[in-house]
């Protein structure tokens, strides 16, 4: 049966079900991935999967396909991602799949892959599929047995975190998995739980769960004001990219919120490699030099971002997509409970008792976008990216091209990459003035529109 290759992405698979991603595929990605861990000598595999409609039947063919390769599966039911990393460390399998759709669409659904202590990501996706082409498969009788660890995860988070005074927050699940522990995890953390779409509805009735787009933050921004609340947290689909909003009702973008992070590991961990993706404000990198850390530019994925931290020893990393990860105590996933939790333990800890909006008003910032999608063609897209930097527009600026083309000015900086998870291109930009944005926008507006005269770019 024909597999569709554009699933198999930079660092998950990824489509719509009963598409391009079937029951089938799910079974044969269970056989492959099976095969790949009796490779590399892992016995046991931990599975889990998110709130969306389709999951339970698309686990059902993985645990089927996994367990026909000799593969004694756990299953952990419904639970947010990083509680899915958390149980392959509780475990020791340091091996799992989680199956979600993470921020994309309802009719979307996807898996993300542990497998020895490392997330698969390119090349390791790239021979997944090309087991599942060849049939190159390893049979065995496994088992499958299931697990509830969500307790567990929440009471070592709860035992990690101290917080010293009382706080109020109010907390948007979006319908998304995290409803399903919010209210408990956060009652245990000792604060004043309010909650706004709690009840985990693979529909998502009220909002995308994308805290990444101002739209889906309005209600968050609302109640906060409303509940006269210390802070706000909004969660995506899986649990595992986190939005904030101050006690005034203020988005704090990820990358702002990242300093906040950088200082308080930074002080435990002096003079440590800090890693950032290529989407976060130069002020981030600036500051982290500030306070005596060493900062990493890196692409954009959070599977990259695991990998980078583990062979640079980082205690730290960030994505301005609201992937935060801890290795600083904790175990160095990209977790938004954990981080969430961190933050409320900063924000109760802070010597000259601020509020949030307080601590967030010091730190340098210039005029900047959040991210712009630009849709594209899947197969077009990285094209674009080689054709853009051909063209040579910006010579005269600092050029970085780990990831898409990033220009840097002295005045601020823009960039545009291709998504690995959507067909569209990714722009943000940040001007030192509301001048200085809109030329560096116009600048690269004229560049794009040179390379395909088609898009719609909405500025």
Request: aromatic fraction near 8%.
């Amino acid at each position: 049966m024909h597999i569709d290759k554009s699933v198999f992405r930079a660092y998950d698979i990824r489509g719509v079900v009963d598409k391009n991603l079937t029951e089938h595929l799910a079974f044969q990605l269970g056989l492959s991935f099976g095969s790949a861990a009796h490779d590399k000598n892992v016995k046991q595999v931990v599975v889990a999967r998110d709130g969306r409609l389709t999951g339970e039947r698309l686990m059902a063919n993985l645990k089927k396909g996994l367990a026909q390769t000799g593969m004694e599966v756990i299953d952990i039911g419904m639970v947010p991602t990083p509680v899915l990393y958390f149980a392959c460390e509780h475990f020791k399998t340091h091996t799992g799949i989680m199956i979600t759709g993470s921020h994309n669409p309802a009719d979307y659904n996807g898996f993300k892959m542990v497998l020895d202590g490392l997330p698969l990501a390119e090349q390791s996706i790239e021979e997944l599929y090309d087991r599942i082409k060849n049939e190159q498969y390893v049979f065995g009788n496994g088992s499958m047995r299931t697990e509830d660890i969500t307790d567990a995860y929440m009471q070592v988070v709860c035992n990690e975190i101290q917080i010293t005074k009382p706080l109020k927050v109010v907390v948007d699940c979006g319908n998304g998995v995290v409803g399903a522990i919010a209210e408990k995890f956060f009652t245990k953390l000792g604060v004043d739980f309010v909650g706004l779409y709690c009840d985990v509805d693979g529909n998502f009735p009220n909002h995308h769960p994308d805290p990444g787009q101002p739209a889906n933050l309005q209600d968050l921004m609302q109640a906060v004001k409303q509940h006269k609340a210390d802070l706000g947290f909004a969660f995506d689909g899986d649990g595992d990219r986190l939005g904030i909003v101050t006690n005034q009702g203020e988005i704090v973008w990820p990358d702002r919120l990242m300093m906040l992070f950088v200082k308080a590991v930074l002080e435990a961990e002096p003079n440590s490699k800090i890693i950032y993706d290529i989407k976060c404000s130069h002020h981030l990198g600036h500051y982290i030099k500030k306070l005596g850390g060493d900062p990493v530019m890196y692409k954009t994925g959070h599977s990259l971002i695991k990998r980078k931290m583990k062979e640079l020893s980082a205690p730290l990393a960030g994505e301005m997509s609201g992937h935060f990860f801890f290795k600083h105590r904790w175990f160095g996933f990209d977790d938004a409970c954990f981080s969430a939790a961190m933050l409320l333990e900063i924000l109760s800890n802070d010597a000259l008792s601020r509020d949030l909006s307080e601590m967030v008003a010091n730190l340098a910032t210039g005029v900047c976008t959040p991210e712009i999608n630009v849709a594209i063609l899947d197969s077009k897209k990285f094209t674009f990216i080689e054709q853009l930097k051909a063209l040579q527009h910006f010579n005269n600026a600092k050029i970085i091209s780990i990831d898409g083309l990033r220009v840097e000015f002295d005045y601020g900086w823009g960039l545009v990459r291709a998504s690995n998870t959507t067909p569209n291109l990714v722009l943000r930009f940040e001007g030192d003035s509301e001048a200085d944005l809109i030329a560096i926008q116009q600048a690269f507006k004229a560049a794009m529109l040179e390379v395909d005269p088609s898009l719609s770019i909405p500025f």
